[in-house]
């Protein structure tokens, strides 16, 4: 049986997407259990009904940080899923999120069919220290360049950044502010054409990464701030079995 933890929303288009989705699982067989969360039921009770009613198959339904609270609860409450019973489905409302592309799910016929076909990976998770655990995501940023400071078993990196994006394998992608163009590269767009480059991107991974700013900043997993800075990540691999449109990583 499926055990369906569906968020609750206002926004009309998402509200659509969860409506066609019920029909679509009743079609399909694999209609179950739907539970919201509200003031009186967190997330994590509605997990811990799930597990002590032996459902073996969680599907979280809704924003990307709401799929994100559904699996860490589950991660949380089994002291890690790999090799258990217990498996979770994430099906996002909004298709054009970071998380819906990784996934590889563009509809929401598509997302219904997942479910049924049912092929599941055992994926890696990243981990803010100590307990929370993301699946998508995380985004530091401000509309003014900010210092960090970043810290790996191999190295330490200090230097400006107006945006940091850490996905689920902790590979880190740096914005940096925008180059000061030179008399050389002026000349050029002048005799050549093209835009003129402005970005300063730089991309690095590690198994252990602490992240240190000079002011408190927030750390956001979609719409929602999840921690502030300073962080510490770790990687957990292998640690959620997950239901997959196709085969990821």
């Excluded at 030179?182 to 990464?209: C, E, M, W």
Aim: hydrophobic share 40%.
């Amino acid at each position: 049986m499926y055990y369906y933890l569906v968020e609750q929303t206002v926004e009309w288009a998402q509200k659509k997407n969860q409506d066609k989705l019920k029909k679509l699982v009743g079609q399909y067989g694999i209609a179950g259990e739907t539970v919201s969360p509200s003031p009186a039921r967190t997330v994590d009770e509605l997990v811990t009904i799930g597990l002590e009613k032996n459902y073996s198959t969680f599907v979280g339904v809704g924003s990307d940080a709401f799929l994100n609270r559904v699996a860490s609860s589950l991660i949380n409450q089994r002291g890690g899923v790999h090799g258990d019973r217990v498996v979770v489905g994430c099906i996002p409302v909004n298709f054009e999120t970071d998380f819906a592309r990784w996934l590889g799910i563009k509809t929401i016929e598509q997302a219904a069919t997942m479910l049924k076909t049912r092929k599941i990976a055992n994926i890696a998770v990243g981990l803010i220290e100590p307990s929370k655990y993301f699946i998508a995501p995380l985004v530091i940023a401000q509309k003014k360049p900010f210092s960090l400071k970043l810290i790996t078993p191999q190295f330490e990196l200090e230097t400006q950044a107006e945006r940091i994006t850490i996905d689920t394998n902790l590979a880190v992608v740096i914005q940096g502010p925008p180059r000061r163009q030179d008399l050389f590269h002026k000349l050029r767009y002048f005799f050549v054409g093209g835009p003129l480059a402005q970005t300063n991107n730089s991309q690095l991974f590690a198994s252990r990464i602490k992240i240190e700013t000079i002011d408190t900043l927030p750390v956001q997993l979609g719409r929602e701030i999840i921690a502030k800075t300073p962080i510490s990540l770790t990687l957990a691999p292998n640690a959620l079995q997950m239901i997959v449109e196709k085969a990821i990583m």
